[in-house]
């Protein structure tokens, strides 16, 4: 365990770090599956990450470490979708931008959460904005997306003034 931070390396939870060291070599073996064309168990490997970053992003670990807990459930999501489009599964692609959307939204939402936390999930709600405007642009838009990202919209024009 650390005792000691700089400024580009906080101090995280012993919990954190091994959730997130775990996360992330999940994830590195995913993407070399990926790489090597294995879409069947990259898709398996990045589902695992995802449960396994769905459960940083909800528990004690997120106090700790929210960044870098929600910005692992963003990519988790996002490696789902492209393993989903690399399958020609279009729908389930489209579904993975919207779920870390609307995670990040729940999250930003939610009165009881803390300030930080919530400030962490409003960043990341522009990257995942940035997914599914970008899916509606080259792939059409549709019921789900729309409101996703109308959703988000309303929860973040709600809590800027709340939060700033």
Do not use: K
């Amino acid at each position: 365990m650390r005792t000691h931070s700089t400024a580009a390396e906080p101090i995280l939870h012993p919990d954190a770090q091994a959730g997130l060291a775990q996360w992330r070599e999940l994830t590195r073996q995913a993407n070399a599956a990926f790489d090597r064309r294995q879409y069947a168990h990259a898709q398996r490997l990045y589902r695992q990450a995802l449960q396994l970053a769905a459960a940083l992003a909800s528990g004690a670990t997120l106090a700790a470490s929210p960044d870098d807990c929600l910005a692992a459930l963003v990519v988790a999501h996002h490696n789902l979708s492209v393993v989903h489009r690399q399958r020609r599964d279009r729908d389930a692609a489209r579904d993975q931008l919207c779920l870390a959307h609307e995670a990040l939204t729940r999250i930003a939402s939610d009165p009881l959460a803390p300030a930080a936390i919530r400030r962490c999930a409003l960043h990341h709600l522009s990257r995942t904005r940035f997914a599914l405007l970008d899916w509606q642009a080259s792939r059409g838009a549709c019921a789900r997306s729309q409101a996703s990202l109308r959703d988000s919209l309303s929860a973040v024009s709600s809590l800027g003034a709340a939060l700033h």
